[in-house]
Each structure stands twice: as structure tokens, then as C-alpha cells.
């Protein structure tokens, strides 16, 4: 069976949604009906954390490469707690380094995950932020994660432009109308489940 190590925050954890309506694990479920003998995933992520609290994370984590899939989505609450963006280029980059270990260096076998819009949800209404200004700097962190993972080989998958397509849908959005639902993830395997399929299979 193949194994798969998902990294990140909220995003990957599922804040709100049950255990199998996490994007990690629905793609592990696309996959396996599609003839891919991948187990589920193991998940390492928590809500809130920034970069630096995931590396810490892995320090502290018995891992055991080597993974044939790793995943990393991480960098939303750098954005919203303010940090800059030379910060979170340094971190980021180092992340994808792990990650890029824990895939025994195979760098086709590892996804980097975009950072979803949340300025578009009510929460970010409701609660005074401004959506073009956040929306301004969700492009710049995933204009320097793009960048990164393109030098390290990286597969770059962008799930941003799923996430403002789904904007305020309460269907698309859990109780705290800010997280996605299972439904908003099942529409980022559009993206994500090719990237995926065509990585296992190198």
C-alpha cells in the first residue's frame, strides 16, 4: 500500500468537517477507486498554525519516510496574522525541503498546495476585513510559493481560484462561515486528483 503525508494547517485538517470529507482523504478515496493502492493518509496539521509552528511540529513528529505522496498547504495564517512575506518565502522554502525529504527526494512525488482566498467568506465580512486587500496578499504568498516549488521540481496546484469561486455559498462553507465544507473540497480535486494521479504514476 502506498503511503501518503498530507502537511498543513486548517485547510488540510478539516477544521468543521468529518474525518472523511477532508480533502486528503477524499483524494486518497478518488485514487483508490481509480486502481492507485493508496492507503489514507497520514495527517499532520492543526488549525491556525503558521509555518514556523509546522516545522516545530515535525520535530516533534515520529514520521517514517519515505512517503510516495506529500502534500504541503500552509502560509493562510501567516497572511493572517500579518507576518511578511520575506518571512514566510524562508520558512516555506524550508518546509517544501522537508517535504521534499519525506518523499525520499523525489521531488515529482510532492504537491504544494495553494493558499485558499477565505476574504471572500461572510467571516471576512462580517468581521470588517477588507476582500481585495486580502485577497491581494493571498496572491502574493502564492506568487512566492509558486516560485519556490518551481525551483525545487515541485508540483504547484492552485486550489485559490476554486475557493473564490465558491465565495459565500453556504453550502460550500461550514458553520463558522469561514472554513470550506466537505463539498467546497470536493471541487478542489478538480485540480488536485490529476496532479496526484500523474505524481503516483512517475
Same mark, same amino acid.
Given at each position: ?17 468529518? $474525518? ?9 478515496? #478518488? ?6 493502492? =493508496? ?8 488549525? *491556525? ?6 516545522? $516545530?511540529? &515535525? ?7 519515505p512517503y510516495d505522496l506529500v502534500s504541503l498547504l &500552509?502560509? @493562510? %495564517? ?6 511578511d512575506i520575506f518571512n514566510f518565502r524562508d520558512e516555506?522554502? /524550508? =518546509? =517544501? ?9 523525489r521531488s515529482s512525488r510532492v504537491l504544494a498546495v ?13 468581521? *470588517? ?6 485577497? /491581494? /496578499?493571498?496572491?502574493?504568498? %502564492?506568487? /512566492? ?5 518551481? #525551483?525545487?521540481?515541485?508540483?504547484? @496546484?492552485? !486550489? ?13 462553507? @461550514? ?11 470536493? #471541487? ?13 504514476? !512517475?
Amino acid at each position: 500500500m502506498l503511503r501518503y503525508l498530507a502537511l498543513g494547517d486548517s485547510y488540510t485538517i478539516g477544521e468543521g468537517v468529518a $474525518a472523511d470529507g477532508r480533502w486528503p482523504a477524499a483524494l486518497a478515496r #478518488r485514487l483508490r477507486a481509480q486502481g492507485m493502492p =493508496l492507503g489514507e493518509p497520514q495527517i499532520l496539521a492543526v488549525t *491556525g498554525w503558521t509555518t514556523d509552528e509546522l516545522a $516545530a511540529a &515535525i520535530e516533534r513528529e515520529p514520521l517514517q519516510p519515505p512517503y510516495d505522496l506529500v502534500s504541503l498547504l &500552509i502560509g @493562510v %495564517n501567516n497572511q493572517y496574522r500579518g507576518r511578511d512575506i520575506f518571512n514566510f518565502r524562508d520558512e516555506f522554502d /524550508a =518546509l =517544501l525541503q522537508r517535504a521534499l525529504a519525506f518523499a525520499g527526494g523525489r521531488s515529482s512525488r510532492v504537491l504544494a498546495v495553494s493558499i485558499p482566498d477565505w476574504g471572500v467568506t461572510p467571516f471576512a465580512r462580517i468581521n *470588517g476585513h477588507d476582500p481585495a486587500r486580502i485577497a /491581494a /496578499a493571498i496572491d502574493t504568498f %502564492n506568487r /512566492a510559493a509558486g516560485e519556490i516549488a518551481a #525551483r525545487a521540481g515541485v508540483v504547484y @496546484v492552485n !486550489v485559490t481560484a476554486a475557493s473564490r469561486q465558491a465565495g459565500a455559498a453556504p453550502d460550500l462553507l @461550514v458553520e463558522d462561515a469561514l472554513h470550506p465544507s466537505a463539498a467546497q473540497y470536493a #471541487r478542489w480535486l478538480d485540480t488536485l486528483l490529476p496532479a496526484a494521479r500523474s505524481a503516483l504514476a !512517475v
